[in-house]
């Protein structure tokens, strides 16, 4: 099984509903990131989360919102999906016990298509 | 402002032809810099984390090298599945609401024809 999972894999949506993405980590790290990924502008940071009481705004985090529903459970939210929201979705993990360096450990993805 | 540059945007290698991928960087206070594979579809895979410079690190047929403004992913006589984008990114500088937060090149497509 996967370190990092993400569910779904893929999904199709239409503008205006709500849908949520899943990510859930068997590596016992305390920090998730949720980034989304699109042609030619690489993997941008939308929320990110240290521990479970802990929620900070990424560089892109309007239209979306995030739960940390435990240490290893991190899910994101499109409230009114818009069309401009197609992407793939990526969570990530990494160790927050060493505040240094550490890297970060991605799972595989969630494409999302806004109709 | 932190920003990640990777050129090329795209390569393309013959089976044996050895060559650099490029990645620029300005940070106020470098923690550290990651490379990542990623191959279509799927989440990037990490590789290498480059910590000063000076430091070199090693995997296979690849070699990552940092200097103060860019790192460069070495590749020697690359075979067809070493095929991938290969992502290049920068840590923030370690306050506590942005330590662990990484910023991303656009990466480099890699394509090694047999």
């Known amino acids: 099984?996967?370190?990092v999972t993400q569910t779904p894999r893929n999904r199709i949506t239409k503008t205006g509903k709500r849908i949520m993405l899943e990510c859930s980590q068997t590596?016992?790290?305390d920090r998730m990131y949720w980034y989304r990924q699109d042609p030619g502008l690489g993997l941008r940071l939308i929320y990110y989360s240290f521990d479970v009481k802990d929620i900070n705004k990424g560089e892109i985090s309007d239209g979306y919102s995030v739960s940390r529903q435990a240490q290893a459970k991190f899910s994101l939210s499109l409230e009114s999906a818009i069309p401009n929201q197609t992407a793939l979705y990526f969570c990530a993990t990494s160790d927050g016990r060493d505040r240094g360096n550490t890297e970060a450990f991605f799972g595989q993805g969630t494409r999302l298509t806004v109709v | 402002e932190d920003q990640v540059t990777q050129s090329p945007e795209a390569l393309r290698l013959q089976e044996g032809e050895s060559s650099s991928l490029n990645c620029s960087y300005t940070v106020s206070g470098l923690r550290g810099l990651f490379w990542y594979r990623q191959d279509?579809?799927?989440?990037?895979e990490f590789l290498f984390t480059l910590y000063s410079a000076g430091e070199e690190k090693e995997k296979e047929r690849l070699k990552?090298?940092?200097t103060k403004k860019e790192s460069f992913l070495h590749i020697?006589?690359?075979?067809?599945?070493?095929s991938a984008t290969y992502l290049c990114a920068v840590q923030a500088p370690l306050i506590y609401n942005q330590g662990g937060k990484l910023i991303f090149g656009q990466g480099t497509e890699l394509s090694v024809k047999p």
């Open chain 1, 1 to 3: 099984d996967a370190d």
């Open chain 1, 27 to 29: 590596k016992g790290h």
């Open chain 2, 40 to 44: 279509p579809g799927k989440g990037p």
């Open chain 2, 64 to 66: 990552a090298t940092l």
């Open chain 2, 76 to 82: 020697t006589a690359p075979k067809p599945e070493d």
